[in-house]
């Protein structure tokens, strides 16, 4: 089992930064795959960056967010990060990070554990 803890979201204006993390504990040895979603209210969940541990911390970024968004871990702090520049209001959601032994599943919203979510709001 691996405990996943998020923290980092808040409020924010337009075209500022936020950095969401993620602690992992417990048996973290099957946290292989690793990713950030989003729900908004009304919206599906969707994925917006992961990171492959088997293919040399492989990272891969949604198109909606590439350029502003940067996925990366701390290995030695079981923690994964989410840098997050230039938000815009379409960025406002529940972010989620998800943890996994495949890639396959993590990317189709399947990975064997949640985070509980952080709520992240982008406003004037």
């Known amino acids: 089992h691996v405990q996943l803890v998020e923290s980092g979201g808040g409020s924010v204006q337009p075209g500022g930064s936020l950095r969401l993390s993620c602690a992992a504990y417990?048996?973290?040895?099957?946290?292989?795959?690793m990713g950030w979603f989003r729900q908004a209210p009304g919206k599906e969940r969707e994925g917006v960056a992961y990171?492959?541990?088997?293919?040399?911390?492989?990272?891969s970024h949604e198109d909606s967010v590439v350029d502003r968004f940067t996925i990366s871990v701390d290995n030695a702090e079981n923690t994964l990060y989410l840098q997050m520049n230039s938000l815009k209001p379409e960025d406002t959601a529940v972010y989620y990070c998800?943890?996994?032994?495949?890639?396959?599943?993590?990317?189709?919203?399947?990975?064997?554990?949640w985070g509980q979510g952080t709520q992240v709001t982008v406003s004037t």
């Open positions: 998800a943890v996994g032994t495949s890639l396959y599943d993590l990317q189709r919203a399947r990975p064997k554990y």
């Open positions: 990171l492959n541990i088997y293919a040399s911390n492989t990272v």
């Open positions: 417990e048996d973290t040895r099957s946290a292989k795959v």
